[in-house]
């Protein structure tokens, strides 16, 4: 009776390493098709970001460079100021209410990544972003609006690379110059002047 129950235990025991081993190839696997399949995206080029043009207003002054004879724009008001013009007031503020540890992550906040799956698998549709500066600079500048994951993954990979061509503060300066404040107005400038 006692080599019986040595058998059973032992076979319970190769068992449970055949599991454990089917799981940790099972998950090898799995992690490297995602990684092969993260790779063959079709991501945009960094250097279309680099090299891009970002319209502005036309503002016409009176000789004395005073007085604002006319705004000319299109469907987009924008006014480009220098990262160095910019108040100390405003970048503070803008990163304590959009992305509280920008100058602590590398592009993506994993943390804010859980709790969006989180509250969008609880509420049964995508209500939540997580987005940090750098993520909304790339989905502005690279990519569409659609709530997808393929969109969402291709954020966090071009997001990861823009950290590394870039410094946080010229990843504000973009942010602060061409982020939508509603309507057609775009950066800080125009939206102090609404």
Do not use: C
């Not at 059973?8 to 099972?26: E, M, N, P, Q, S």
Request: hydrophobic share 40%; proline share 2%; glycine share 8%.
């Amino acid at each position: 009776m006692l080599g019986f129950g040595r058998k059973t235990r032992g076979k319970r025991r190769g068992l449970l390493k055949r599991v454990i081993l089917f799981g940790i190839a099972f998950f090898l696997v799995a992690g490297g098709i995602f990684f092969l399949w993260i790779a063959n995206f079709k991501l945009p080029n960094l250097q279309s970001f680099e090299d891009r043009k970002v319209s502005q207003s036309t503002k016409i002054y009176d000789r004395t460079g005073e007085i604002l004879l006319y705004d000319v724009h299109s469907n987009i008001k924008r006014t480009v100021v220098p990262f160095g013009d910019i108040s100390r007031n405003v970048k503070n503020a803008t990163v304590a209410i959009e992305d509280a540890e920008f100058y602590q992550h590398s592009g993506i906040k994993v943390t804010s990544i859980f709790r969006a799956v989180i509250a969008n698998l609880t509420s049964q549709k995508l209500s939540q972003g997580g987005s940090t500066i750098t993520q909304q600079v790339i989905k502005n500048a690279l990519l569409t609006n659609e709530k997808t994951i393929s969109r969402k993954l291709k954020e966090w990979v071009l997001a990861l690379k823009l950290e590394k061509v870039m410094n946080k503060d010229e990843i504000l300066d973009i942010y602060l110059n061409e982020m939508p404040y509603g309507g057609n107005i775009y950066g800080v400038e125009e939206a102090s002047q609404t």
